[in-house]
């Protein structure tokens, strides 16, 4: 015995199994502190007419092969079993569940390739095919819902046949194979693999022109035929743009950047869509082919865009058991000429009472201020690009010196491609630095050029690929005659041991170098040290690396007694094991290790050691952390431990 599914059928055992959008029932959330509950729905049926409620049992006959997977995808597939705790609306409203349930379970059972599975629903005992819509159920109590399921035989694929006009093409590409996966998504995704590799050759125009589908319950096998007519190359033509108000559509096509004449591809629409999300003055955008060509044969490309506001501010505030607290604030705009340029104002003063609260702080004369502007301009070397330029002051009390600095920059950001990008930025910069040796001026130009590679798959919490990033700062002090050239390499891998990415190992290692110049006549703000949540943690910022003597001698300056030197190369290396013990909680034990040298290779007989533990809460926005840690060898100025929070992974 078999069964077919002619064309015009349009997939329709396929269809189900994958087409089907799951909607989660709205349930009352609420939860309580110190005995009071906050957001809490006194009256979950109010909104609701004729409420009745419902109890429902689930019941899955055993099924060759089955390793109890048909159960799971019955189960996340039924709405009766996730909105059992929400009342519907009269007997017709569990009736209407009921059936649309059916039809769920149904396609959830050819997604698992069970093309014979049956599916029952009784409501108090009645089959819900034999009920007729005014069907009246008893609601004085929980009305009892059944379900029985017979998956029945696992079907593999039979015989398939794939090809474009009559031309044939190997289903083994698209792992359409005899005996491979019938399941409804599979078969799907081969030929959505299809589909995009023809469109990938820049043919927008893809169509079936006959399928065939035989599900024969004699040898359990599902044939598939299926021809298509994948149409020519077609080149892009004219970029229309719909949606700007306020920002340019002239310049809104050009900074999409897709070129009239160039053969049609997917890669470059999706491309030209995350250029213009990078501009940040859009809430949405949709960048796609036009439904047919222009008269001269092109394609046209239409994006819809929605504007968002474009003005913004912030405020925050921070706290540390060893730095103090602080505040900070911003304000800016998103679009101040009409074409996505940014400006945007920051201020913040931090370390107020470090000293009062950490016996291991050196003494300090009041608070820290930093102020910057920054303006962007996207698209001046082309749609990849940014200029971008800033006014910076600052006065700061690290461990290591005291430090008031002006500072202007100037210069570019290019990207590559998705993955890698460039920045090139001219900086000037006036500073007066502080330290054990006394006090010092510097005007100082430099130019540091960034490549940064990224394929991670999520900035804020990546669970796999790879960031790399390296670094050439040559500089030049006017005042003092001295030239120098800072280099800096570092690198992060992240791999995750299962599926659900309950178990990711995290690395980090970086490297550094200064040339030129021997470390007195670097100024000590250029010069590298290790320590803090962003380093070495455990250990007080800065303070790994040598150190000036405990006493000053007539002349030094005895506040900095026992604080750094910095030096001038660097060694950090990171492994953190982020452990999920629920869907959002990750614990993670961690090492942290690293060493700062007076020379041009760090001693890695020094290396200082920290270790510790942290707690993950995972969130739409990125998880929140919580990490604390001990140094294995601390110097005269670190504290027992450290506690570092914030929002986004250590690395």
Not at 271 to 277: G, N, T, Y
Not at 344 to 352: E, G, P, T
Not at 449 to 456: E, S, V
Not at 505 to 521: E, H, N, S, W
């Amino acid at each position: 015995m078999h069964y077919r599914v002619n064309s015009c059928a349009k997939l329709v055992i396929l269809a189900a199994g994958s087409c089907l959008v799951a909607a989660s029932p709205r349930s009352a959330a609420a939860f309580e502190i110190f005995g009071f509950r906050f957001f809490e729905d006194e009256a979950p049926d109010a909104d609701i007419i004729d409420p009745i409620r419902y109890s429902v049992s689930l019941t899955v006959a055993p099924a060759p092969g089955d390793d109890g997977s048909i159960e799971s995808s019955i189960r996340d597939a039924s709405t009766l079993i996730s909105g059992e705790e929400e009342a519907v609306s009269g007997s017709l409203g569990l009736l209407s569940r009921a059936r649309n349930d059916r039809r769920r379970l149904v396609a959830a059972l050819f997604e698992n390739a069970r093309y014979d599975g049956l599916v029952d629903i009784f409501i108090e005992g009645r089959n819900i095919v034999d009920l007729q819509p005014d069907a009246e159920f008893d609601t004085s109590r929980p009305v009892p819902v059944s379900i029985r399921v017979r998956p029945g035989p696992l079907y593999t694929l039979g015989r398939v046949s794939i090809s474009t006009q009559g031309i044939p093409i190997d289903p083994a590409r698209y792992d359409l194979t005899p005996g491979a996966s019938a399941g409804s998504a599979d078969v799907l995704a081969g030929e959505a693999r299809l589909f995009r590799e023809l469109r990938e050759q820049g043919r927008p125009f893809v169509a079936v022109t006959d399928r065939d589908i035989i599900a024969d319950a004699a040898t359990d096998r599902l044939e598939y035929d299926v021809d298509l007519a994948p149409g020519n190359p077609v080149p892009f033509g004219q970029t229309y743009v719909e949606g700007a108000k306020d920002v340019d559509p002239g310049f809104i096509a050009y900074m999409a950047g897709v070129k009239a004449d160039e053969v049609f591809s997917p890669e470059e629409l999706s491309e030209a869509r995350d250029r213009l999300l990078k501009l940040d003055v859009f809430s949405s955008v949709t960048v796609r082919e036009a439904k047919a060509q222009a008269a001269d044969g092109s394609l046209p490309v239409q994006i819809e865009v929605g504007e968002r506001k474009f003005g913004f501010y912030g405020v925050g505030a921070t706290y540390s058991n060893t730095a103090g607290a602080g505040a900070s604030g911003y304000v800016g705009h998103r679009n101040l000429f009409g074409r996505a340029e940014s400006i945007r104002l920051d201020a913040s003063i931090s370390r107020l009472g470090a000293t009062a609260l950490s016996d291991e702080a050196r003494e300090t004369d009041g608070a820290d201020y930093a102020a910057s502007l920054v303006f962007k301009k996207p698209g001046v070397l082309g749609p990849n690009s940014v200029y971008i330029g800033s006014l910076e002051a600052k006065s700061e009390q690290p461990l290591a010196y005291d430090r008031v600095s002006y500072a202007a920059t100037s210069g570019v950001e290019y990207e590559i491609d998705p993955n890698q990008t460039v920045s090139v930025i001219l900086r000037g910069e006036y500073e007066e630095i502080t330290d054990y040796l006394g006090t010092q001026d510097y005007l100082l130009a430099s130019l540091p050029i960034t490549y940064t590679f990224d394929n991670r798959d999520n900035e804020l919490n990546p669970t796999e690929g790879f960031y790399a990033q390296a670094l050439v700062e040559p500089t030049y002090g006017f005042n003092t005659e001295t030239p120098f050239a800072k280099t800096r390499l570092d690198g992060r891998s992240y791999l995750s041991l299962s599926d659900s990415d309950r178990f990711i190992l995290a690395g980090r290692v970086g490297y550094g170098t200064i040339f030129g110049a021997d470390l007195q006549d670097i100024p000590n703000d250029r010069r590298f040290f290790a320590g803090g949540g962003g380093s070495v943690r455990g250990y007080e910022f800065q303070s790994v690396g040598p150190y000036y003597p405990s006493f000053a001698p007539p002349g030094f300056n005895e506040v900095f007694t026992d604080t750094p030197t910095g030096g001038l190369s660097l060694f950090e290396a990171s492994a953190e094991a982020r452990i999920g013990v629920t869907e959002n909680i990750q614990i993670v034990p961690f090492v942290d290790v690293g060493t700062v040298g007076d020379d041009f290779v760090p001693d890695f007989s020094e290396f200082k050691i920290g270790a510790g533990v942290g707690a993950r809460y995972l969130t739409s926005f990125g998880p929140i952390r919580l990490d604390v840690a001990i140094p294995l060898d601390p110097g005269p100025r670190d504290a027992s431990y450290q506690i570092y929070a914030g929002i986004g992974q250590a690395f």
